[in-house]
């Protein structure tokens, strides 16, 4: 089985990773790493700047971050278009249960 760098399964394609049941589309395994990097770190200071402005009650600079995040997300895979083109739907959010990975998930120990 593979897991993602927090302990959590990924699926036998690559496409999701599993936290509680529910699955999460994985980021685009074409970017490269400087670009991945580049990303992910715009990801976490969108999120910090969330956290940032929930702190200050700010409710517009709490809206841009959730744009930057948003827009990040996008840019990684994990939201908007699939990354994948073989026509496989997607199951982002979707209980793993509920999808055609139930027989992988059940067997997951």
């Excluded at 895979?77 to 139930?102: F, H, I, Q, S, V």
Aim: net charge positive.
């Amino acid at each position: 089985m593979t897991t993602a760098r927090a302990g959590h399964p990924i699926t036998p394609d690559g496409r999701y990773f599993v936290v509680r049941g529910r699955l999460w589309r994985m980021s685009n395994p074409t970017l490269s790493c400087e670009v991945r990097d580049a990303l992910v770190s715009d990801l976490m200071n969108a999120r910090r700047a969330i956290r940032d402005a929930k702190k200050a009650q700010d409710p517009h600079g709490e809206n841009a971050a959730r744009e930057a995040v948003d827009r990040a997300k996008h840019a990684l895979g994990e939201r908007g278009p699939l990354w994948w083109d073989d026509g496989a739907p997607d199951y982002d959010r979707y209980m793993a249960k509920n999808t055609p990975y139930a027989n992988w998930f059940a067997g997951l120990t």
